[in-house]
Every structure is written in structure tokens, then in C-alpha cells.
Nanobody, 118 residues
């Protein structure tokens, strides 16, 4: 088992940036990748990307070039740097860990709200 706690959500203007953090309850070296997903109202949850323990990253086409996932092993923390935010990026953002495949994690965080105003 692992607990994931996100932070950093909030309100930002269109064109702005925001960084989310996710702290895991155990070493992220022991997890088969960590990543981020989001869910807008009335929409299905969308995979955004993930990072392996070796540092390799994969991104969804909708965020590639705007969003960056990084990690700090010493802090058991994964980050999601979001740039050039638009109102359509408004969603609850979820941290996830220990992936069964590219997009399917075993564990989820509780989510953090990101709202982008126009």
C-alpha cells in the first residue's frame, strides 16, 4: 500500500503556470512509475503522463510541451509543472502510482482542484 497526497492546486489565470506536488508514503524507487491524471466535470478521467523510477517520461498529446513531470527521490515527491494554462485545463488533478501498464495505476491520491480563469 502507498498513500499519495497532492498539493499545489488553486486558481490561476489563463496563460499562467502552476506546479502540483505529490508526496508518497514510501520510497518512489519501490513503485513502478508515478504519474498524473485529471478529471473535468462530466468527463472521464484523463491520463496526462508518468515518470519511471529511472526518470523516463511519457505524456499525453494534449499536454506534451506544456506539462512536465519530475521527481525528487529524497523527498518521495513527484511534481507536475503546468505552463500556458487554459480554461479547458480546469479539472481535479490526481496523482497516481505503481502502474500496471502505461495508463493504469494501482494507487490514487485524493485529488486537488485546478481552476483556470479566462
Amino acid at each position: 500500500q502507498v498513500q499519495l497526497v497532492e498539493s499545489g492546486g488553486g486558481l490561476v489565470q489563463a496563460g499562467g503556470s502552476l506546479t502540483l506536488a505529490c508526496v508518497a508514503s514510501r520510497s518512489i524507487f519501490t513503485l513502478n512509475a508515478m504519474g498524473w491524471h485529471r478529471q473535468a466535470p462530466g468527463e472521464v478521467r484523463e491520463w496526462l503522463g508518468r515518470i519511471t523510477s529511472g526518470g523516463s517520461t511519457n505524456y499525453a498529446g494534449s499536454v506534451k510541451g506544456r506539462f512536465t513531470i519530475s521527481r525528487d527521490h529524497a523527498k518521495n515527491t513527484v511534481y507536475l509543472q503546468m505552463n500556458s494554462l487554459a480554461p479547458e485545463d480546469t479539472a481535479v488533478y490526481y496523482c497516481a502510482a505503481d502502474y500496471l501498464d502505461l495508463r493504469t495505476p494501482r494507487y490514487w491520491g485524493q485529488g486537488t482542484q485546478v481552476t483556470v480563469s479566462s
